[in-house]
Nanobody
Framework: QVQLVESGGGLVQPGGSLRLSCAASGSIFSAYVMAWYRQAPGKQRELVAGIAGGGNTNYADSVKGRFTISRDNAKNTVYLQMNSLKSEDTAVYYC???????????WGQGTQVTISS
């Protein structure tokens, strides 16, 4: 069992920045692929960014060049640095941990990110 706790969400003006954190406990953090998803009202949950234990990353086209995912295995934490935020980035952001080959997966409770002037 893995527990994931997100933090860092809030209200930001368009063009602003925010850093989300996801702290994990309960298992061996470095073994998991970590990812950030988001879900806006009336829309499906979508992958924002993912990072493997070795550092390889992938991003949704909508956030490339603006968001950066990183992890600190010593601190059992994954981060999402969000810059140049737009109104369409407004959503609940969820942390996800997957143990390859995908037989075990966990979700965090989510943190609200609102972009508004």
């Amino acid at each position: 069992q893995v527990q994931l706790v997100e933090s860092g969400g809030g209200l930001v003006q368009p063009g602003g920045s925010l850093r989300l954190s996801c702290a994990a406990s309960g298992s061996i953090f470095s073994a998991y692929v970590m990812a950030w998803y988001r879900q806006a009202p009336g829309k499906q949950r979508e992958l924002v960014a993912g990072i493997a234990g070795g550092g390889n990353t992938n991003y949704a086209d909508s956030v490339k060049g603006r968001f950066t995912i990183s992890r600190d295995n010593a601190k059992n934490t994954v981060y999402l640095q969000m810059n140049s935020l737009k109104s369409e980035d407004t959503a609940v952001y969820y942390c996800r941990a997957v143990l390859p080959p995908g037989t075990r997966a966990y979700w965090g409770q989510g943190t609200q990110v609102t972009i508004s002037s």
